[in-house]
């Protein structure tokens, strides 16, 4: 069994928004597998279906970007879902717009969402999709940034990144992540 996680936060101010990336690439990813995210519990808006043989878990978490370990450790305690079998997507303020970087494991590099799953999953080392959004110009507060609307411009390099991350979390259902990595990182 396959958990992806997509980090977020909840409810209409914060759609298209910078932060909640992870949401729009589940939401993709959703539309792609053909699994509807019908469920609520643990805290998030889940579903679940059957890909290559593989039961496959979608989550956004509902409790808000600080606190996704809340969502997202339950979930896995229920399903009995070991840590390699879990891919986290989000925002990543030290890639460049649009480009995707995997990884295995990291510091969270001040994003709470990740700060908030390294405390509840006990360690950091968790498959991750880190999706470029660059860092604020002019002096604009990195919270008004990330929960700031994506541009036109920025447009247009946000959907080859969401196209991207959701061929490599299709990839990873398939085949072992390092695997993905070297395909996607290349």
Do not use: C
């Given at each position: 069994?396959?958990?992806?996680?997509?980090?977020?936060?909840?409810?209409?101010?914060?759609e298209?928004?910078?932060?909640?990336?992870?949401?729009?690439?589940?939401d993709?990813?959703?539309?792609?597998?053909?699994?509807?995210?019908?469920?609520?519990?643990?805290?998030?808006?889940?579903?679940?279906?059957?890909v290559?043989?593989?039961?496959v878990?979608?989550?956004?978490?509902?409790?808000?970007?600080?606190?996704?370990?809340?969502?997202?450790?339950?979930?896995?305690?229920?399903?009995?879902?070991?840590?390699?079998?879990?891919?986290?997507?989000?925002?990543?303020?030290?890639?460049?717009?649009?480009?995707?970087?995997?990884?295995?494991?990291?510091?969270?590099?001040?994003?709470?969402?990740?700060?908030?799953?390294?405390?509840?999953?006990?360690?950091?080392?968790?498959?991750?999709?880190?999706?470029?959004?660059?860092?604020?110009q002019?002096?604009?507060?990195?919270?008004?940034?990330?929960?700031?609307?994506?541009?036109?411009e920025?447009?247009?390099?946000?959907?080859?990144?969401?196209?991207?991350?959701?061929?490599?979390?299709?990839?990873?259902?398939?085949?072992?992540?390092?695997?993905?990595?070297?395909?996607?990182?290349?």
């Amino acid at each position: 069994m396959k958990l992806i996680v997509g980090l977020g936060n909840p409810g209409k101010a914060y759609e298209q928004t910078r932060h909640n990336i992870g949401f729009m690439i589940i939401d993709e990813l959703a539309e792609h597998l053909n699994i509807r995210l019908d469920k609520t519990k643990f805290n998030g808006l889940y579903g679940q279906g059957i890909v290559n043989g593989e039961k496959v878990i979608l989550l956004k978490p509902l409790t808000y970007m600080n606190l996704s370990g809340e969502s997202v450790r339950p979930l896995m305690d229920y399903y009995n879902i070991d840590v390699e079998n879990l891919l986290v997507i989000y925002d990543d303020l030290d890639l460049p717009q649009g480009k995707i970087r995997l990884r295995t494991k990291g510091s969270a590099g001040g994003h709470n969402g990740i700060k908030s799953l390294n405390q509840h999953l006990g360690t950091q080392e968790f498959n991750r999709i880190r999706v470029g959004i660059s860092r604020p110009q002019n002096g604009m507060k990195v919270v008004d940034y990330v929960l700031g609307r994506f541009s036109n411009e920025e447009m247009v390099l946000l959907k080859e990144a969401i196209h991207k991350s959701v061929a490599a979390s299709n990839e990873w259902i398939k085949r072992p992540f390092l695997e993905v990595m070297n395909v996607y990182n290349g």
